[in-house]
C-alpha cells in the first residue's frame, strides 16, 4: 500500500478520507427503455458539494496530467469546495470549449480518475461528474463565461470539420487571436457528437450550445461545405488561409465481407445511428426519415458504437437486442459503464461468437444470422489472445435486423484529392508529434489520424496541433514557405 | 439558406426547381447530384442535377411526385429557400470519344442526362437516345433531348407516330443493327428494373453500359453505407464511387433493388408506385 506516501502532500492538517463516491440519479431501467432522454439525470447542487468535498487537493495533481486536455481539475474542484460555481466554470473554460460533451461522454476512468489519489482506494472523485454539474450550471445562467481573447494577429487558419477536434483547434486560435473559419459537410455542426452518439448519452441540445459558445469566440462556421468537393485542400491554402487543421473524421463504415451483407435491414452503425439521432428518425414522422427496425436485432461489435446502436434498438422498439462480439466481456473496447447500463436495459451479450453469412427471407430482407463460435489463442508474443473459429461449430440465430458496428475507414475525400498528403496503408493521415502532416500548412487530428478513437482524444490531439499551429503563426514569418509548386509537380505526374 | 430562384412544371408531377447554390455550381460536373433537406425537421435526398450557372451561382434539378418530400418540394415557390443543399457530390460521369453512343432515359433521367449528352457531343460522339415515358403528356424536355442527340428513338407506350412500344423493343432493333451500325458505348438513366434489363441484353455483345445507380442515401459523402452494393465482388458505395457504374459488374441486383424500397411504404405516397412482383410490398 503506498496510499499513505502519495496523500503525504495532502493539506497539513490531517483529515480522514472519504471513500464514499456520490451517485449519480439515472432515470430507471424500465422507464429509459421508452424514450430517448437523458440517461444520467447529474447531480444536484447538494450532491455536487458532497463530491467535491471528497478532493483532498493533493500537490501531485495527478488528475491533470491524466486529462488529454491538462484540465486544471483540482482548482476547479477548490472553487466548487469555496462554493463558488462562477470561478470553476471558468477554471474549466481555460482548458476546454466542450464541458458539458466531456463530463458526459470522457472516459474519466481511464484518464482523470483513473490518475486520482484516490483511486488507490478504489474511490477516485467523480471528477466528470462534477465538470458536467458546471458546464450543466452554467447552460443555465444565460450568457457564458468568456475567456480573455488575445489581440488579432491577423492571421486566418481553415479548420475542416466541426467535430470534437475541430471545435477544439477552432476555439483555442480564436482566443489566440487567429481568425478562424470552421468548415463543416453536414447541415449542423459537432460532427460524431451529433451524428453518432444518441440523445440519451449526450443531449443534442448542449452539443448546440457548445458549438454556440465556440462561435461566440468568433469562429466562422460555415455549413454544408465538404473539404475535397467544394474547395481542395490546395484552393485553401492558395487563397485565404495561412494554415489548415484537418478534422474531417470517420469515413466508410467497415463491413465483415461475409455472404447476405446487403440484405435488406443490415445496416452500418453509422447509417443506423445517423438516422436515429442526426435525423431524429425516431421522432418520426414530425422528423421526416424514417427508420426501419425489426422486433430481434443483433448489433455485430463490441464498442462503444455498439452499446449505442444496441441501446438505441431497444428504444426504438425492438423485443429482443443482442450484441455479439467475437471475444469476452474483458475484452470488450466499450467502457463499462456503458455495458453496464446496456445490460440494466435488457441487452443480451453474445460472446465468442462471429457471423459467417446472413440468410434471406426469400424476399431479400435479412431472417436470420449463421455465427460459428469462438475461442481465443494462447497470448502471442504481443500479449493479445487472438480470437479463432471452433471448426464445425456453426449455428443459427434468428434476426430481422442487423447492424453492423466494426468500426470505419478514414474518410477518403481530402487525401484522394490531394496528392501531396501523406497517409498510411490504412489511409489515416499521417502526422508527428504535433500534430503536423507531410505537407506544408496542415495539421491533422481526430479519426482522420487514429482511424477511430475517443471524443476527449480527438481533442487532446486538437490542443497539441493548435498550439503547434499557433507557434508556427506567431513566429513572425509572413505568408510563408507556399509549397514549392516544383516538388508538387513531381508528385502528383 | 439556399433560395428557390425558379420553379417549372414540366409535366403532370414533374417539377424543375433551380436553386441559388454558387458554391455547388462552381463546381459542378455532369452526372453529379446534391443533397438537400427541406426544414429542420425535414430528410437528406439526393437529385441529379440536370443543369447549372456558374455566372448565375445557381443550380437546376428535376424530380417527380413519389413521396413526402418531393410533394413538400412541389409546393416550394421563388423566394422559398432550402435548409441545405450539399453538392456536387459523387463522381461525374465518364465522357470521352467513344464513337456511337446509345443513351437509355426516363424519369429525371430526360433532364439529368443532358448535361452528359452534352459533353459527349462536344467529344464529338455520335448520340442515339432513346426517351422512354408513360404517355406522350408524362414527356418533358424534349428540345434539348434533340438538338444533341442524332437520333432520338421516343418509347412512349403507344403504337404509331414514329413511336416505339417499349425501350427494350427499341433497344434490340439498335442491337440487331450491331454490329453493321455499331454501338460503342451505352449509358442509362432510368429505372433500376430497366437498367438491369438493358444490363442483360447489352453484355452477349460486349458493349459497355454505364448504368446511373439511385440506391437510398443519408449523408451522401462517405460515411453511413446505406448506398452501398456490390460491383465486381466488392462493396461498393454509390456515392463517393458512383453514381456511374459499370452494369456488367453490378453483381445482386435483386438485393439492391430491395434495398432501393425499404421506405418505400413511409417515404412514397404515391398510390400505384409499385413494381410488378416487387419483394417489398
Known amino acids: ?493 | 439558406m439556399y433560395p428557390i430562384v425558379d420553379h417549372e412544371v414540366l409535366a403532370p408531377r414533374v417539377h424543375r426547381l433551380r436553386v441559388k447554390a454558387p458554391v455547388v455550381a462552381e463546381k459542378a460536373k455532369p452526372g453529379q447530384f446534391v443533397i438537400l433537406i427541406i426544414d429542420e425537421k425535414g430528410e437528406r435526398v439526393p437529385f441529379t442535377i440536370s443543369d447549372w450557372d456558374t455566372g448565375a451561382g445557381t443550380v437546376d434539378f428535376v424530380f417527380i411526385e413519389v413521396g413526402k418530400t418531393t410533394q413538400q418540394l412541389a409546393g416550394l415557390q421563388p423566394g422559398d429557400a432550402l435548409l441545405s443543399f450539399i453538392g456536387p457530390l459523387g463522381r461525374p460521369a465518364e465522357v470521352d470519344h467513344y464513337g456511337h453512343v446509345v443513351s437509355v432515359l426516363s424519369g429525371y433521367g430526360l433532364a439529368a442526362m443532358v448535361p452528359i449528352l452534352k459533353a459527349l457531343k462536344e467529344k464529338g460522339n455520335t448520340l442515339t437516345t432513346i426517351v422512354q415515358a408513360p404517355d406522350p403528356e408524362r414527356l418533358f424536355g424534349q428540345k434539348p433531348l434533340e438538338e444533341l442527340s442524332d437520333t432520338v428513338i421516343w418509347a412512349l407506350g403507344t403504337k404509331g407516330d414514329g413511336m416505339m412500344e417499349s425501350t427494350t423493343v427499341a433497344m434490340r432493333k439498335l442491337l440487331n443493327q450491331h454490329p453493321r451500325r455499331r454501338i460503342d458505348r451505352v449509358i442509362a438513366m432510368c429505372s433500376l428494373c430497366l437498367m438491369r434489363v438493358l444490363s442483360e441484353m447489352t453484355r452477349p455483345y460486349g458493349i459497355k453500359t454505364m448504368v446511373h445507380l439511385t440506391p437510398v442515401m443519408v449523408d451522401g459523402t462517405g460515411m453511413c453505407g446505406a448506398c452501398r452494393l456490390s460491383v465486381g465482388r466488392t462493396n461498393r458505395f454509390a456515392c463517393v464511387h458512383g453514381p456511374e457504374f459499370d452494369g456488367h459488374e453490378v453483381d445482386g441486383w435483386e438485393v439492391l433493388m430491395a434495398r432501393r424500397c425499404t421506405y418505400a411504404d413511409e417515404s412514397i405516397l404515391q398510390q400505384g408506385f409499385q413494381c410488378r412482383g416487387c419483394s417489398q410490398w
Open chain 1, 1 to 493: 500500500m503506498t496510499d499513505e506516501k502519495e496523500t503525504k502532500g495532502a493539506p497539513a492538517k490531517k483529515q480522514k478520507l472519504n471513500l464514499n463516491r456520490v451517485d449519480m440519479p439515472k432515470q430507471s431501467e424500465h422507464e429509459r427503455r421508452h424514450n430517448f432522454d437523458e440517461v444520467a439525470l447529474g447531480y444536484t447542487w447538494e450532491l455536487a458539494k458532497e463530491e467535491a468535498s471528497r478532493c483532498i487537493q493533493c500537490k501531485k495533481r495527478p488528475c491533470q496530467q491524466g486529462c488529454p486536455v491538462n484540465i486544471d481539475i483540482p482548482d476547479f474542484i477548490a472553487a466548487l469546495q469555496r462554493e463558488d460555481i462562477e470561478e470553476a466554470a471558468k477554471v474549466l473554460k481555460r482548458k476546454t470549449s466542450l464541458p458539458g460533451v466531456c463530463g458526459r461522454v470522457c472516459p474519466q476512468e481511464l484518464q482523470c480518475e483513473e490518475a486520482c489519489t484516490l483511486n488507490k482506494k478504489g474511490a477516485p472523485v467523480a471528477i466528470g461528474r462534477l465538470e458536467r454539474f458546471i458546464a450543466d450550471w452554467e447552460r443555465t445562467q444565460g450568457t457564458p463565461t468568456m475567456p480573455e481573447m488575445a489581440p488579432s494577429t491577423g492571421k486566418k487558419v481553415a479548420v475542416v470539420g466541426s467535430g470534437p477536434s475541430g471545435l477544439t483547434v477552432a476555439s483555442d486560435l480564436a482566443i489566440l487571436g487567429h481568425q478562424v473559419v470552421l468548415f463543416e459537410a453536414l447541415h449542423v455542426a459537432g460532427g460524431v457528437l451529433m451524428y453518432g452518439i444518441p440523445q440519451f448519452r449526450l443531449p443534442k441540445e448542449i452539443v448546440q450550445r457548445e458549438v454556440q459558445y465556440v462561435q461566440s469566440l468568433g469562429v466562422d462556421l460555415r455549413l454544408n461545405t465538404v473539404i475535397g468537393i467544394n474547395y481542395s485542400l490546395d484552393e485553401l491554402l492558395r487563397t485565404d488561409y495561412d494554415a489548415v487543421y484537418l478534422a474531417p473524421g470517420a469515413g466508410l463504415p467497415k463491413f465483415l465481407g461475409v455472404p447476405g451483407e446487403n440484405l435488406n435491414m443490415v445496416y452500418s452503425a453509422n447509417e443506423f445511428l445517423t438516422r436515429t439521432n442526426l435525423m431524429k428518425a425516431y421522432r418520426y414522422p414530425e422528423y421526416a426519415t424514417p427508420i426501419k427496425m425489426g422486433k430481434k436485432v443483433a448489433v455485430i461489435g463490441g464498442g462503444n458504437v455498439a452499446m449505442d446502436a444496441a441501446r438505441c434498438a431497444v428504444r426504438l422498439g425492438a423485443q429482443e437486442v443482442y450484441v455479439i462480439y467475437r471475444r469476452t466481456r474483458a475484452e470488450m473496447p466499450a467502457r463499462l459503464e456503458e455495458v453496464e447500463n446496456a445490460e440494466e436495459e435488457g441487452i443480451q451479450f453474445h460472446f465468442l461468437c462471429n457471423p459467417t453469412a446472413f440468410l434471406s427471407d426469400g424476399r431479400n430482407n435479412v431472417a436470420a444470422m449463421e455465427l460459428i463460435r469462438m475461442k481465443l489463442t494462447e497470448p502471442d508474443e504481443s500479449g493479445r489472445r487472438r480470437p479463432v473459429p471452433i471448426p464445425g461449430s456453426e449455428y443459427i440465430l434468428d434476426v430481422d435486423t442487423v447492424v453492423v458496428s466494426l468500426g470505419t475507414s478514414p474518410n477518403p475525400l481530402i487525401p484522394s484529392t490531394t496528392p501531396d498528403l501523406n497517409v498510411t496503408r490504412w489511409g489515416t493521415v499521417v502526422i508527428d508529434e504535433r500534430g503536423r502532416t507531410s505537407k506544408a500548412r496542415v495539421w491533422a487530428g481526430g479519426d482522420i489520424v487514429s482511424g477511430g478513437a475517443t471524443v476527449i482524444s480527438a481533442m487532446g490531439e486538437g490542443r497539441i496541433a493548435a498550439a503547434s499551429m499557433h507557434e508556427y503563426l506567431s513566429n513572425g514569418q509572413k505568408k510563408i514557405i507556399p509549397p514549392s509548386p516544383a516538388q508538387d509537380d513531381d508528385k502528383t505526374q
